[in-house]
């Protein structure tokens, strides 16, 4: 018997997306579903929805709490007879969620951000601890496990199923030269990251153990990201050879070519994080990573397998880590390889079509 879902989300950024798209992709190979996503008409993946036989409706709602909007969803699920609605981000989730209102649709959230959901909040219950929702579709470990923190919440509804990768979505990537571009010398460890400067980012440690770091170690990191080279950011290189170190690129088109030509990807977050999709690049990459020990990353990083871990906060452990690198490089081809293998055969598209395939079959008790 066929299964009947609506989504709804936005699929303008191509790359961003692509986890996400290939999900519905996805379900309409294995059948069995009849697929409508409402989303913006003009992108590219509008047009491959539309190849796969999957109805797109050239939609998206733009404000939160619109009766009009409202009222458009609950038409289509209405006319539309749906088993599930998937809402993927706020705007659809606060109109999506009123829509269903006494409707026998089952609704499911996602959610890829493992903070700011206390059950204290109010405005919580406008959205994810909605008594209307049937289950929530977590990002990571990490983000299931904040839902079971939660007071007065069915801790059965929060569900793990990471957003999968596949390796050939990298495979025509060819490397840049940013020893070239900022003059860093062939011997030296080449660390990168690339993000926008957020404060859960956790730049500011990773910058504090560059600082610490002896001047002698040939340790230089590029960052990749929009206002990573603020005054609060300078102010910590107080060292100013390891200053020297410590390379600004701001925003670029090619991040994806500059990961590929570093020796490994460093990822000093504090908190919120969920498989980051960055790392998840970097792996796919064969680039190893380095990452803090939030939740939300615990998926990405067997410690010692394939690639390192360091306790987040910490600048002295983030300074041992870099330095016990930079010492022992034959690690980095090991770390590479095993990184990639890891999106292949655990963080990959199959196993998330798979899981959420189990989920949906679950929600309508049917095989």
Known sequence: MTIKVLAISNYTNFHSVRPEAEIFLG???????????????????AKRFQEAGIRVIDW??????DKQEIAFIRQELISGQYDIVELFNSQAIINGIRAAKGLPVKVVLYRGYSANINWWDPTAYTKFLHPRVDKIHCNSIGVEEMFRRQLFFDKSKAVTINKGHRL????????GNLRK??????NALLLVNVANNRRMKGIPY??????????????????????????????????LKNRAKVHFAGYRKDALECVASADAFVLPSIKGES?????????????????????????????????????????????????????????????????????????????????????FRSLVDRP
Do not use: C
Not at 168 to 175: A, N, Q
Not at 331 to 351: C, H, M, P, Y
């Open 275 to 359: 498989i980051t999709k960055a790392v998840i690049e970097a792996m796919s990459l064969g680039v190893t990573p380095v990452i803090s020990d939030i939740a939300g990353n615990r998926e990405l990083v067997v410690h010692g397998e394939n690639g390192l871990v360091f306790p987040s906060k910490n600048v002295e452990k983030l300074k041992e880590t870099l330095l016990y690198l930079e010492a022992h490089r034959e690690l980095l081809l090991q770390f590479g390889k095993a990184s990639q293998e890891r999106i292949d055969t655990v963080l990959n598209t199959d196993t998330t079509v798979a899981k959420v395939d189990e989920l």
């Open 168 to 175: 050939e979505w990298y495979s025509g990537t060819v490397p």
């Open 206 to 239: 990773l910058l504090k153990a560059m600082n610490q770091l002896p001047e002698s170690a040939p340790i230089h990191v590029v960052l990749i990201g929009n206002n990573m080279d603020n005054p609060k950011n300078l102010a910590l290189l107080s060292n």
């Open 181 to 186: 571009e900022f003059n860093i010398p062939e």
């Open 60 to 65: 998206h709602p733009e404000k939160k709490f």
């Open 27 to 45: 379900l309409a190979r294995l059948g069995g579903y009849e697929i409508t996503i409402m989303t913006y008409g003009n992108t590219e993946y």
